[in-house]
């Protein structure tokens, strides 16, 4: 228990530290509401969250426990599915954009849950919901290829990289010694090039593609 | 020709003398209630799980080839009260509101049934002392449209229909306290039917499945718990319900959610507790007037498990159906058919 | 919601027809006196049977009580070993003080881990020898030791190897292994004198006490340490079935299951817990009940109601339940003063409300 | 995997059962009473009171000794056991009738013998020594308002006119008005309780925490050894006598 | 057979070894690849994530012109990433109308054909493997690449998940638990493969840029773990593995120490050098991790 100073006077009697606290409960009292379910539930590669049945195959078989404490897509989803959105926001908020994409789970899912896409639409949930307080650097890429994507039709992998790292207010590091010799080395071997090729019909694509996002 | 007693007019006692009627013999079928079908037509059940086919569909054509078989002597309201002699003459005393008498029979099949297990015992879980506690027994009858509601879900302390309501499983089974540490077998896949049903007749109301395991080993009943998930949204929480009390006139439940590792705190208006199958006392009874073995919680020892499944401890009496331990209807009617070949056999030695 | 005990009790019957038995420990411990293994303390003068779970009868001794006091009650709430005195004194049962009994030490024991199971068994098997010695029926103030002595005597007759160590140690102090034929808490003796106490009161303190609304709360070690072998089967009626037979109309709360947050080392070095658990229980007498009084029949329980209730107010609470022991309510049913009699002046929530609301003058 | 990959999780599932903790743990005897399988079904955890409030969760009591990994077990035995409020809530209403309750209570025997309780212990000296010395655990003098100032002004109050109100309370009954001890525990009774700790080995458990209280009481005891021993030896001849 | 060869975005770039070292293999075995020209971005993980409809229409528009415009039966990439773009949008197309539907709208608007969402499509690995085989592989070899040890890496979507990777397959996949074929192949260059557990796990890269430490940590396993194991170089199908374990080595070995240190080429670079092509022309020279001290010692370059 972190020590506590400050004081307390109740009917003339000092009260200081300890002596006063009361512990925060941790017994669940809210309902179960699909309000979040729903919402996660539409968001691209969210639908099959509601085929869950918690068995765990998923958290199970996931490689970042390795790596990232407590990280448990099962709890994941059944947080979003429970609609315990304190508890998500609190305490796993900077797990969710974690995931590495290593489609383990949803390789082995028995339930057929496309559990990786479920975790990033909970990622995206949160996201749309501005919980970070900041855009996320995995949001910011998602914007710069997307928006890439859809202007060119291909990725030039040199263009992505700058811009991800200026939107994210990175730039310096991309100049940093390091960075630059590797450029350097890519540019010279002929594997960074600085006029990538245009697609022959792209622009109506592109135009198309836009419309749907609207 | 050599007469066969069948005790217990519930599907397995039903099916076994119509198809011991079928090949012949005269069968001889003693209900001790006056109407025949068991707990089935007992607690009107409403529509039976995986395809939520009507339960009459099913027992009726069950009850009529009974009734309509010339061979059978179908006595209701009668108890078997006594038997003398031993296979292949079995001398039973049947008692009915119209006195005693003797016959003689070739065999004996025991069709006695299972009786639901009795929930005041869970004291925790308030049935008998808050009203909207009930059994999934009652909300059969409830959602039945001839039962006592014409077919309405109502909370029976003030007739409204309830808005939220949970399900607890495993009640009275797997359950040492209680004495009964097997699994009913049955409570899974009723509760998600029933919770399924709820959904269908009212969409607005949340339903809660509190459960340790789901245990659909069924056919059919997996595919309906995922769609209860899927396509009802019915809520299943990973945890055994703790405790019911009654908070400022609602229903308060207490469980762990064990993917979580927290405790529920939980209010509700309706509490649906699936209370799990126990031995019959028609079972009791009959293993006590034929002398039959009876395991550790009182259903009947077939004379070998895997061997003799439908021969009880003694020669020339049969065992079959949920006499026998927790058992879904249609397998009952499977042991029906079963126990019927079984005797034939053993009559034609 | 107000309550019938015969509601709560019905689950004694449907327990009979329970396919597992518990083991019968009268049985067992018949057995190992049969082979010379224990004595066994039988009960002396007339008694009560009442029903248990499983069907099976408990002996209530009606005189010649051993007092087996409770450390807790007579250094916090002296009012309740003064008040058991008293109602035997006025029903005229014969009761032994014994200035030669030990603590139970299973506070100490539960809270800290400190002494071990033999040494817990044999201050046990010593105190219940002093009552066998001096001729008297064991019988119990406080709940910690009721708890402590069911399992003790639940060990003993189960473990051989812990009855021979206990015995070892038992021989040094020359005394031999008595084990009573009941191990029985005081206010399951008062309740089974609820109809000769409800005859001896005091016709205008029972007009006080009449309509009067309170909640029961027990000890966790009163039924759950060792939960079948209380009157009334797994839930307790001892303290409400007493209470009302007196004209105490008894509520019910969502948390009487819980905890009160005694919790043996919280209330010394984690009060905190302590706060919080009492902060849910109170809130929902609050808002469910709002009773007169907290009744209560165990040294932890009464102590963390009555002590914890003022702290509250750190969190804008404001909670001022008194806290009545079923011997104190008792006591003052049959005429005690509340404070030199009943000692009702040593609990820190006040009382003078309730005894006001009561007509009972106390200056 | 490199070293300071490994995963924490399999790393768990992976190591051996059975350390020495676990085997201490398993040759209390309540443990095969108190532990029949654990179905997870949370019942316990539902209506446990530390649960509510702390991260402690008896199903994992359970859980934790059906695996018996030892470096949970220890850290456990540090820790987490002492949040149970040995309430037995878990006991009363587990459907396998387990009792993580008495798994606790035998760990924090162990916990004690093993000196992994230093912390938890912290702060409990005046009750040990009250138990060894006095013969019983509480003493009205305990009640000290510098150590119980949550308990209120009465309480302050109170503890000021103890002796008045007590004196008032116990008119007649000897042995009950005493402010060092709950009640006048003759010496001859101390004795036994100390002869009841030496000889049941609790009191060299209690020199592993708090080793000046073994010293204490032994001297105590030696003080009034012989006119003590000369006591029980009567009881000894009288009960040989009542034999035959 | 003829069949259509979607490089995607990495071959055309940082990749270009595991571009120009496969055209060179698969000439030399006879696949004769017709690269769907004007090929757009498959999707990959950040549209799949930013919608839904995008992730399909993509590597619709591949396939249908792969289909339309240059006729072939067959799409191969050597992408584990668009791999898996493409054959989800295809499992996407046949299990969900609506999808189907949007897509056809789309190609409708853009002035493209009608494609159903029946394209074979295939990893290079798997086709190789499949029309060639070991067998093959050894009668071709030239110099083989003895005492080479390598550890045979094959990342995350080249076989997962088989909801995927199972859709409509008409050729033999690859174990997806316990992939072997680039193991067989390599066996048939005469290399030694080490056994090596870590060879389908995640080398992070889909963190590359966002979470560095964190991809760092990942590909930091892999790379120990084979190291570990004895190899003297790692070899993956999937060019954003390659990004990961070799262009971001220098980082990796910052954070993680030496033991991260190790030669990173693709499976079809050796398979050329073993049938005697021209290191220079396999652009061995190419990863930043430097195969070619190792490849130099072992006398193989």
Request: net charge negative.
């Amino acid at each position: 228990m972190a020590e506590n100073t400050d004081k307390m006077v109740i009917d003339g009697v000092e009260l200081t530290g300890i002596w006063k606290e009361f512990l925060p409960s941790r017994i669940l009292y809210e309902d179960v509401t699909t309000e979040f379910l729903d919402e996660v539930k539409k968001l691209p590669g969210g639908s099959t969250i509601v085929r869950c049945y918690q068995c765990g195959t998923c958290s199970g078989g996931c490689t970042l426990p390795d790596f990232v404490d407590k990280f448990n897509p099962r709890r994941f989803i059944d947080l979003v599915r429970r609609g315990h959105y304190d508890i998500l926001v609190n305490e796993n908020k900077d797990l969710v954009w974690k995931c590495v994409s290593c489609q383990r789970c949803t390789h082995r899912c028995p339930r057929g849950v496309n559990t990786q896409e479920v975790v990033r639409a909970i990622a995206k949930f949160l996201e749309d919901r501005k919980v970070f307080g900041k855009l996320t650097n995995d949001e910011a890429f998602d914007e710069i290829f997307m928006e890439e994507v859809i202007e060119d039709g291909r990725i030039d992998e040199v263009k992505i990289v700058k811009d991800f790292y200026s939107k994210t207010g990175r730039l310096k590091e991309m100049m940093s010694a390091d960075q630059l010799s590797l450029g350097f080395k890519m540019l010279t071997s002929g594997r960074i090039k600085l006029f990538g090729g245009k697609i022959k019909d792209w622009k109506k694509v592109s135009q198309r593609l836009k419309e749907e996002l609207q | 020709m050599k007469t066969v007693l069948v005790i217990g007019g519930g599907v397995t006692g039903l099916k076994a003398a119509s198809e011991l009627a079928g090949m012949g013999y005269n069968v001889s079928l003693v209900e001790k209630e006056d109407y025949l079908g068991g707990q089935v037509a007992k607690h009107k059940y409403y529509k039976l799980a995986p395809d939520l086919r009507l339960a009459g569909d099913v027992l009726d054509p069950v009850i009529k080839a009974v009734e309509s078989n010339p061979n059978i002597k179908v006595q209701k309201h009668s108890q078997i009260i006594a038997v003398s002699g031993g296979a292949p003459e079995f001398k039973a005393k049947i008692k009915n509101s119209k006195g005693e008498s003797e016959e003689t029979f070739g065999a004996i099949v025991v069709a006695t049934g299972f009786g639901h297990f009795d929930p005041t015992v869970k004291q925790e879980y308030g049935y008998g002392r808050f009203k909207d506690v009930v059994t999934n027994a009652e909300v059969e009858e409830m959602l039945n449209p001839n039962g006592p509601t014409k077919g309405e879900l109502k909370r029976p302390s003030d007739g409204n229909i309830p808005k939220k309501i949970a399900i607890f499983q495993c009640v009275g089974s797997r359950d040492r306290q209680v004495g009964n540490p097997y699994c009913c077998r049955v409570g899974c896949v009723v509760s998600t039917k029933q919770a399924i049903e709820i959904k269908e007749k009212y969409p607005d109301s949340e339903v809660y499945v509190y459960y340790m395991d789901m245990r659909m080993f069924g056919r059919g009943w997996e595919e309906l718990y995922g769609k209860a998930m899927e396509d009802y949204e019915v809520i299943f929480t990973r945890g055994r319900g703790a405790e019911v009390t009654l908070k400022n006139q609602q229903l308060s439940l207490r469980a762990e959610e064990t993917i979580m590792d927290r405790p529920i705190q939980h209010s509700v208006d309706m509490i649906i507790l699936a209370a799990g199958m126990s031995a019959g006392e028609g079972t009791i009874d009959a293993a006590k007037v034929l002398g039959i073995k009876q395991n550790d919680y009182g259903f009947l020892s077939p004379k070998d498990d895997f061997l003799s499944p439908n021969e009880s401890s003694k020669p020339g009496i049969f065992i079959a159906g949920a006499d026998k331990g927790p058992m879904d209807i249609e397998n009952c009617i499977v042991e029906g058919a079963a126990v019927a070949a079984k005797v034939a056999g053993s009559l034609k030695n | 919601m107000s309550y019938e005990i015969n509601d709560v009790k019905t689950g004694i019957n449907h327990a009979k027809g329970m396919n597992y038995h518990a083991h019968d420990i009268r049985a067992e411990m018949k057995k190992l006196e049969e082979e010379g293994e224990i004595k066994i303390g039988r009960i002396i003068g007339p008694y009560k049977e009442e029903e248990v779970m499983y069907g099976i009868k408990k002996k209530v001794p009606l005189d010649m009580h051993y007092q087996h006091k409770s450390c807790g009650q007579c250094a916090n709430l002296p009012g309740v070993p003064r008040s058991n005195f008293y109602y035997r004194d006025k029903l005229g049962i014969k009761y032994y003080n014994d200035m030669q009994q030990t603590s139970c030490t299973a506070w100490n024991y539960h809270a800290s881990g400190l002494g071990n199971l033999v040494q817990l068994a044999s201050v046990a098997a010593r105190n219940w020898h002093r009552a066998y010695e001096e001729g008297y029926n064991f019988t119990i103030h406080c709940v910690t030791s009721f708890g402590n002595y069911l399992e003790m005597r639940h060990l003993l007759v189960g473990n051989k190897e812990l009855r021979d160590s206990v015995k070892k140690v038992l021989a040094k102090l020359g005394r031999e292994l008595v084990i009573p034929e009941e191990i029985v808490h005081d206010s399951e003796i008062a309740y089974a004198l609820r109809d000769k106490i409800l005859a001896a009161a005091d016709p205008k303190r029972l007009e006080g006490i009449k309509g009067l609304r309170a909640v029961e709360h027990y000890g966790c070690h009163f039924f759950k340490q060792v939960s079948d072998d209380i009157i009334g089967g797994k839930r307790p009626i001892v303290v409400g079935g007493l209470a009302s037979h007196l004209g105490v109309q008894m509520e019910e709360y969502s948390k009487w299951f819980m905890c009160c947050g005694f919790g043996f080392r919280h209330i010394l070095v984690n009060r905190e817990f302590t706060r919080s658990a009492q902060n849910i229980k109170l809130k929902a007498i609050k808002q469910e009940v709002d009773p007169d009084m907290i009744l209560v029949n165990c040294t932890g329980c009464g102590t963390t109601f009555d002590k914890t209730q003022w702290i509250q107010k750190a969190v804008g609470e404001d909670y001022h339940y008194p806290v009545v022991f079923y011997s104190q309510l008792a006591a003052l049913a049959l005429g005690a003063h509340p404070f030199k009699e009943a000692g009702l002046n040593f609990h820190v929530t006040p009382v003078e409300p309730l005894l006001d609301k009561m007509g009972i003058a106390y200056n | 995997m490199s070293e300071e990959n490994k995963n924490p999780v399999t790393e768990k599932i992976e190591s051996a059962k059975g350390g020495h903790f676990y085997k201490e743990i398993m040759k209390d005897f309540r443990i095969k009473e108190s532990l029949h399988g654990c179905l997870n079904c949370g019942t316990c955890v539902a209506n446990c009171p530390a649960a509510a409030f702390y991260d402690y969760s008896p199903r994992e009591v359970c859980q934790m000794i059906i695996e018996g990994d030892e470096e949970t077990i220890e850290e456990y035995m540090k820790g987490k056991i002492w949040n149970c409020a040995q309430c037995y809530s878990c006991k009363y209403r587990c459907p396998k009738e387990n009792s993580a309750a008495d798994i606790v209570m035998a760990m924090r025997e162990i916990a004690v013998r093993e000196g992994l309780a230093a912390e938890a212990l912290a702060g409990y000296t005046r009750i040990a020594k009250l138990v060894l010395t006095r013969g019983n655990q509480l003493a009205p003098d305990m009640l000290s308002p510098d150590a119980f100032p949550d308990w209120g002004p009465r309480m302050i109050e109170l503890s000021s006119k103890k002796m008045e109100m007590r004196e008032e309370l116990f008119e007649g009954f000897p042995g009950m008005n005493v402010v060092d001890r709950a009640w006048a525990a003759e010496d001859y009774t101390i004795y036994e309780m100390q002869k009841i700790w030496e000889e049941s080995g609790a009191l060299e458990k209690v020199g592993t925490v708090f080793p000046f209280l073994v010293d204490i009481v032994q001297d105590d005891m030696e003080d009034k050894k012989d006119e003590m021993e000369a006591k029980i030896q009567e009881k000894k001849e009288k009960l040989e006598a009542s034999k035959k | 057979m003829k069949i259509g060869y979607f490089p995607g975005c990495s071959l055309k770039g940082m990749a270009r070894a595991y571009d120009e070292s496969t055209k060179i293999v698969a000439q030399e075995f006879g696949i004769d690849l017709m690269e769907i020209e004007d090929f757009n971005c498959c999707g990959a993980l950040e549209v799949k994530g930013s919608n839904e409809k995008l992730s399909y229409m993509l590597p619709a528009r591949v396939m249908d012109s792969a289909k339309g415009r240059f006729h072939v039966d067959a799409v191969v990439t050597p992408c584990n990433g668009c791999y898996h773009s493409l054959l989800r949008a295809n499992s996407a197309m046949n299990e969900n109308a609506a999808a189907k539907g949007d897509v056809i709208s789309f190609l409708k608007d853009v002035g493209y054909g009608t494609y159903e969402g029946d394209m074979d499509v295939r990893h290079f690995l798997e086709l190789f493997y499949n029309e060639i085989g070991p067998e093959k592989v050894k009668s071709a070899v030239k110099k083989p690449l003895k005492g080479l040890k390598v550890a045979s890496y094959y990342g995350c979507l080249y076989e997962r998940p088989k909801t995927i990777t199972m859709t409509g397959y008409k050729s033999k996949r690859d174990d997806s638990e316990n992939p072997y074929f680039q193991d067989e192949l390599l066996k048939a260059t005469g290399a030694e493969v080490v056994e090596f557990h870590a060879s389908a796990s995640c080398c992070g890269g889909a963190h590359a840029l966002q979470d560095e430490s964190l991809a760092a940590t990942l590909s930091a396993a892999v790379l120990s773990s084979a190291k570990e194991a004895g190899a003297d170089m790692l070899v993956l199908p999937c060019p954003l593995c390659g990004a990961a374990l070799d262009i971001k080595q220098p980082e990796i070995i910052k954070a993680h120490g030496e033991k991260a240190k190790l030669p990173v080429v693709y499976f079809t670079q050796l398979i050329g050098l073993s049938i005697g092509k021209n290191p220079k022309e396999l652009k061995l020279s190419d990863p930043i991790s430097n195969p070619m001290e190792v490849l130099k010692s072992k006398g193989l370059a």
